[in-house]
Each structure stands twice: as structure tokens, then as C-alpha cells.
């Protein structure tokens, strides 16, 4: 019943900017938890950065600085601003969504964000 439609990759050149888009099919207020994690090529997933539902926000120490997390309750979407992007930023980007009491999240299908150097 829960769909997490994504949008916003492409390929930029390093140093460039990209605002990656997640709309939710129900209210975000039913999350506990929203945000993004990156898969790499040959690596595991990993955080990119979440926010939780009292606006408590988390960023991977390779992103603090650049990328900035952000929620739209009204249009029930999280943004993802990406600044100063480096070629060790491609990765397929994926939208993750958490319920406090329900143990499997929802996962984006994923957008794919390339950096050329």
C-alpha cells in the first residue's frame, strides 16, 4: 500500500548540485523515520542521512556539510539538496521510509546519481 516514488538523479560534473525528490502515497506522519541511503558499485548500502518525525537529523560524516535533508509534510515528501558533489558520490539512491513499530522498512525503487571528474 505504501509506494516511496523517486526522482532527481542524473549525471553532473564535480562540484555540481542535484536535489534528489521522495513523495510518499500515504502521509509522512506515519514514519517514524524518512531519508536516503546509496549503493555504490561493489559496495554495501549505507546511510545518507534520515530524519525522524520530531526533526532529529542524521548525515553520514561524508556527506556533512554538502547534502542537506529536508521534509514537506504537506506534500508528504523528503528532499535530498547535494552540494558539492564528488565523483565518490555515484551510487543508486534510494528513498527509506520506517514505521516506529513495523521492523521492515520501505524502500524507493532507486535513482542513480552519477559525478564525473
Known amino acids: 500500500q505504501v509506494q516511496l516514488v523517486e526522482s532527481g538523479g542524473d549525471l553532473v560534473q564535480a562540484g555540481g548540485s542535484l536535489r534528489l525528490s521522495c513523495a510518499a502515497s500515504?502521509?509522512?506522519?506515519?514514519?517514524?523515520?524518512m531519508g536516503w541511503y546509496r549503493q555504490a558499485p561493489g559496495k554495501q548500502r549505507e546511510l545518507v542521512a534520515t530524519?525522524?518525525?520530531?526533526?532529529?537529523?542524521n548525515y553520514a560524516d561524508s556527506v556533512k556539510g554538502r547534502f542537506a535533508l529536508s521534509r514537506d509534510n504537506a506534500k508528504n515528501a523528503v528532499y535530498l539538496q547535494m552540494n558539492s558533489l564528488q565523483p565518490e558520490d555515484t551510487a543508486v539512491y534510494y528513498c527509506?521510509?520506517?514505521?516506529?513499530?513495523?521492523?521492515?522498512?520501505?524502500w524507493g525503487q532507486g535513482t542513480q546519481v552519477t559525478v564525473s571528474s
Open positions: 500515504v502521509s509522512i506522519s506515519s514514519f517514524n523515520t
Open positions: 527509506y521510509a520506517a514505521k516506529l513499530f513495523r521492523r521492515t522498512p520501505y
Open positions: 530524519i525522524t518525525s520530531d526533526g532529529s537529523t
